[in-house]
């Protein structure tokens, strides 16, 4: 009778400690909410922010040229929520606006060629990166 009692209460009590952890947990993430939504708006403002006139020196990784910012922009914002210094660069080619997705700047070829490396190994399907490219890019 005794042990038979003794496993109802510590099944009751594992009952009660796994709902306090999840209350826990939830205030937890109700708290770190605001803080989500602020970085997703400092998000939103820095991707639509597009290089017009580069002022850096070196390598980068080429992964697209389009003439459509807004798919130039999501691209660059893919790979920058994965960690990557990826930006955009608007040029002009015969009097059309061409968008170019980088990452970058690396200061030698050889991170350039490494960040390739390692972008053809993580995402091996996207089309992008299969057919990705590095460019040098000295100060005017």
Known sequence: MISNQTGKTSKRMLAMIAVAVVIVGYFAFKKR?????????IATTVSETIISDP????YAVQLMATR????????MNDF???????????????????YKVRIGPYSYKSEAVAIKDKLKRRYSRNRYVRSSLVIYLPKL
């Open 33 to 41: 909410a605001p803080i989500m939504n602020t970085v997703s708006s």
């Open 68 to 75: 459509y910012k807004t798919q130039a922009v999501q691209l």
């Open 80 to 98: 920058a929520r994965d960690g990557y210094s990826a930006f955009v660069l608007a040029t002009n080619l015969r009097g059309q606006p061409i």
């Open 55 to 58: 002022n850096y020196t070196g």
